[in-house]
């Protein structure tokens, strides 16, 4: 198996599709990541009898989500949980995410994208932000035990984008069923260097589950120096094939490592741009990694 496209469904709405099958299908893209809500619905991919959303916790839904995709040809290459394990009701958070570990089961998704942003992270001491999150995912992993479904924890947000928070969770919860959502953009965004960004490309791609691609075009004179979180990010985040990362080094991390998944394409830029603009910039982002895997 090869490295393949896919595109996260918001995406496919910021640019002006009004369906997911409607989207992949204009775009070439085969892949796409669905987001799951609190209430256990995802976008459906092919809406029937106006049935926008499909609750991936009702049998019926789920097996009309997996016939939808079957029908139109697509992937769904991961699903995503804005999970908070921090929350007031922290076993909802793990009970949930029991409930989407079975669903993506039973669709044959291979990983669900679970996020580092939790409540208080910047108050808590770091100890107690590592016990919150790795008792959480013990506790997921165990209540699916025997899955072959994998988490992969996004470098996002403040802690997110801490190597040694990242790090020390894969150490602690010791299983080889977590790893990353490596976002190629969320580490320039958090402030380092263009330079340390690459190295941890590099420290990371072994333990990459799947993938979120985007881009950041800073002035020059400050790629390299060490920024405030989120600086002007508004302002300079670009579509995938303009900004500064050179994602063939993205890439080459990720092949070196075996990675053998979606490059998921998240192009935050699109709000800057015309409708047949953002899907001419996500055709191009499309065309420039099809290229790195069909070479």
């Not at 500064?244 to 991390?253: L, N, S």
Request: hydrophobic share 40%; aromatic share 10%.
């Amino acid at each position: 198996m090869s490295m393949y496209l896919s595109v996260r469904d918001d995406i496919i709405f910021a640019a002006g599709y009004t369906t997911i099958a409607e989207g992949l299908k204009d775009l070439n893209i085969k892949g796409v990541e669905l987001f799951v809500k609190k209430d256990d619905t995802v976008t459906a991919i092919a809406p029937e009898d106006g049935k926008t959303r499909l609750n991936i916790a009702d049998p019926g839904d789920l097996a009309a989500l997996k016939r939808q995709a079957e029908e139109n040809g697509v992937k769904i290459a991961a699903l995503c949980m804005g999970n908070n394990f921090n929350a007031p009701d922290r076993q909802f958070e793990i009970d949930w995410g029991i409930r989407t570990v079975r669903a993506a089961e039973y669709l044959g998704v291979p990983a669900i994208r679970i996020d580092a942003i939790m409540s208080g992270e910047k108050e808590l001491p770091l100890d107690e932000r590592l016990r919150l999150v790795s008792s959480a995912v013990k506790a997921i992993l165990a209540g699916t035990a025997g899955s072959t479904v994998e988490l992969g924890i996004e470098n996002h947000g403040y802690q997110g984008n801490d190597p040694v928070f990242v790090k020390e969770t894969l150490d602690a919860v010791g299983d080889n069923r977590l790893g990353l959502t490596l976002d190629s953009g969320n580490y320039y965004w958090r402030g380092w260097p263009l330079s340390r960004v690459y190295e941890i490309f590099e420290q990371f791609a072994p333990f990459v589950k799947h993938t979120h691609i985007k881009n950041i075009k800073y002035p020059e004179d400050i790629r390299e120096t060490q920024r405030e979180m989120g600086y002007e990010y508004d302002k300079y985040v670009s579509p995938i094939h303009e900004g500064d990362i050179d994602h063939t080094r993205y890439f080459a991390a990720l092949r070196k490592a075996g990675y053998d998944r979606d490059l998921c394409l998240e192009d935050e830029s699109l709000g800057k741009y015309s409708i047949e603009e953002r899907k001419a910039n996500l055709r191009a982002a499309s065309e420039f990694f099809q290229r790195q895997i069909d070479a």
